[in-house]
């Protein structure tokens, strides 16, 4: 148990399909990040939250729109995706002030076909 | 924006075996962070180190800070085949900046 939850584990999806991933963190954390993790590439921070409000977005493609209802919680919507979209999404949360690190969910494996 | 150098990529080791990794930036970082990432699961905290010249254990794990805090190192003592996975290094500003990963393989 990592304390901080995704689902679901696996995920396969047409290009047509619209999806959504859930992370959840209940270690009082203020912060929750999205990165994409593909083979053979460092991982990539794609959206930030703090306190509920994006505070960063890294140039990453309008059919991935992050949601960040409360603070527990952060999903990633996915609508149209491409088949270079398949990678393992991994959800990451902190306090704010980053100094003891990043908890991570256990990812989703995305596969789009 | 800032970069990690981490080195190496990847390696292939016999069991009892020591292993030596690092990391190294352009830029000073606060903290220094080294992170396990197993097959099918997210990256795991190992070691934090949060002053020049620290040095850190835990378990067969050695980690250090840099004095410049610019580079930091991971050391594995006597390798077990449980140690398989990528081991990332991560530096803290405003943000955390991660190296590009080292994939480790032990044989039995």
């Known amino acids: 148990e990592t304390g901080v939850t995704q689902t679901p584990r696996h995920l396969v999806m047409g290009m047509t399909n619209k999806k959504s991933l859930k992370c959840e963190q209940h270690?009082?954390?203020?912060?929750m990040y999205w990165y994409k993790q593909s083979a053979k590439k460092p991982l990539e921070l794609m959206f930030v939250?703090?306190?509920?409000?994006?505070?960063e977005n890294n140039s990453v493609p309008s059919r991935f729109s992050p949601e960040c209802p409360n603070s527990s919680h952060l999903f990633l919507h996915l609508h149209t995706l491409q088949p270079e979209d398949s990678a393992l999404y991994l959800c990451?949360?902190?306090?704010?002030?980053?100094?003891?690190?990043?908890?991570f969910g256990s990812g989703t494996r995305l596969t789009v076909v | 924006g800032q970069q990690l150098n981490q080195s190496p990529q990847s390696m292939f080791i016999q069991e009892g075996e020591d292993v030596s990794m690092n990391c190294t930036s352009s830029?000073?970082?606060?903290?220094w962070l080294w992170y396990k990432q197993e097959p099918g699961e997210g990256p795991v905290l190992l070691i934090a180190?949060?002053?020049?010249?620290e040095l850190t254990s835990n378990g067969r794990l050695t980690a250090q800070f840099g004095i410049t805090r610019k580079d930091s190192f991971l050391n594995i003592s006597a390798s077990i085949p449980s140690d398989v996975g990528i081991y990332f290094c991560?530096?803290?500003?405003?943000?955390?900046?991660f190296g590009e990963g080292t994939q480790l393989t032990v044989n039995p």
């Open positions: 990451a949360s902190s306090r704010w002030w980053v100094k003891r690190g990043y908890t």
């Open positions: 270690l009082g954390h203020n912060a």
């Open positions: 939250y703090s306190l509920e409000e994006r505070v």
């Open positions: 830029s000073i970082f606060n903290t």
């Open positions: 180190l949060y002053k020049a010249g």
């Open positions: 991560a530096g803290s500003g405003s943000r955390l900046t």
